[in-house]
């Protein structure tokens, strides 16, 4: 007879527990990123409705971002250090092949033999990494997770590019997924397009670089994130509807249960066609955290949940649909209870 392996149970149900999130401390106008792409404050308003972001300094770095956030969302959540047993780190822009930037971080928090890796799903990430965690939980892998999306774009924009140098920015956001009395992290609906996988790209691999240098030396070019911002625009306005919808029914709601909308921060014209097509009822307040932060990439779902939070747009225990897009072209999208924030 085969041996029997037993298998592990978790929490019926689960929640976010908590937000922290950190802002790099310098602000960047238009004006400042206008210059160099030869474009003006007013153009980048109407073309992405952002009106500042932030940039990181040097010392403002992936793990030091993540750090700050992480202790704000393990405040907000009443949770110690020590019961946390994963930690999924969600960035584009960790560069460094290996190792992951998830186990540094959960060894300066004081996390000893944690479970910690990154994701890469663009600016889907924090949704993806979001799911893993409510799984990982409700299987009795983890007892608690935290969940950070964090970028430092900035490093891989060339600031003479005019499709991408005005959108971009830096930041860190995370939260605390661990057990609740009743489920606050619906089904996730999520996918993937490679057919796009050209909209949203680096524009040259690592070997084509080395190859480069090799033969220019000096003047090699390294490489940058591009994007084809005109396929990403089509590709969401007309794939994103389903997935909204798909993610509210799974989670046994309607449009009207919603309290709160929070996308992915991409641009502020596709956040007003999504809400649009939703038919989005009065009471619903729609993140618009893109004016102040720009683009984010995998940090942009948290900083806008702790924006709505702070302003007072929503409070902790509002119903919110969380939507996600990116690289990939990879989509995610899952309904939640907003949590405390730090």
Same mark, same amino acid.
């Given at each position: ?7 592990? =149970? ?11 999130? /950190? ?14 792409? !030869? ?38 959540? !009443? ?11 969600? =960035? ?42 409510? +799984? ?19 490093? =891989?924009?060339?600031?003479? +590019? ?15 997924? !661990? ?29 084509? /670089? ?45 449009? +009207? ?36 932060? !720009? ?35 990879? /989509?995610?999208?899952?309904?939640? =209870? ?5």
């Amino acid at each position: 007879m085969a041996a029997q392996i037993t298998q592990t =149970t978790g929490a019926e149900h689960t929640a976010v527990l908590g937000l922290g999130v /950190y802002r790099p401390a310098r602000i960047v106008t238009n004006e400042e990123v206008a210059g160099p792409i !030869g474009s003006s404050d007013e153009w980048i308003r109407t073309r992405s409705g952002i009106k500042t972001r932030r940039f990181a300094s040097k010392e403002e770095t992936i793990q030091s971002m993540s750090v700050a956030a992480s202790r704000g969302a393990l405040e907000s959540a !009443g949770i110690e250090v020590e019961q946390v047993d994963c930690v999924i780190v969600a =960035t584009s822009t960790h560069l460094l092949l290996t190792p992951a930037a998830a186990p540094q971080i959960a060894t300066e928090l004081g996390m000893n033999g944690t479970a910690a890796f990154d994701i890469s799903a663009g600016c889907a990430g924090f949704c993806h990494a979001l799911a893993v965690a409510s +799984d990982l939980v409700r299987a009795g892998t983890a007892s608690h997770v935290l969940v950070i999306g964090v970028e430092k774009l900035t490093n =891989t924009v060339n600031p003479k +590019d005019r499709a991408t140098a005005f959108l971009f920015a830096d930041g860190a956001g995370a939260v605390v997924v !661990g057990p609740a009395e009743e489920q606050g992290i619906g089904p996730t609906v999520w996918g993937s397009d490679g057919t796009q996988h050209h909209a949203i790209r680096q524009d040259k691999d690592w070997m084509e /670089y080395f190859a480069e240098i090799e033969e220019k030396g000096l003047d090699a070019v390294r490489p940058y994130l591009a994007m084809e911002g005109t396929a990403v625009f089509r590709w969401a306005a007309h794939s994103l509807e389903k997935v909204c919808r798909d993610a509210i029914d799974r989670a046994g709601l309607s449009t +009207d249960d919603l309290d709160a909308m929070i996308p992915h921060q991409a641009n502020g014209r596709i956040i007003e066609i999504m809400a649009r097509v939703l038919k989005l009822p009065e009471h619903c307040a729609l993140a618009n955290d893109i004016e102040e932060t !720009g683009n984010t990439s995998a940090a942009s779902i948290p900083l806008a949940m702790e924006a709505l939070l702070r302003k007072g747009e929503s409070k902790p225990g509002d119903t919110a649909l969380l939507i996600a897009f990116g690289a990939g072209l990879s /989509y995610a999208a899952q309904v939640v =209870t907003l949590p405390n924030w730090q």
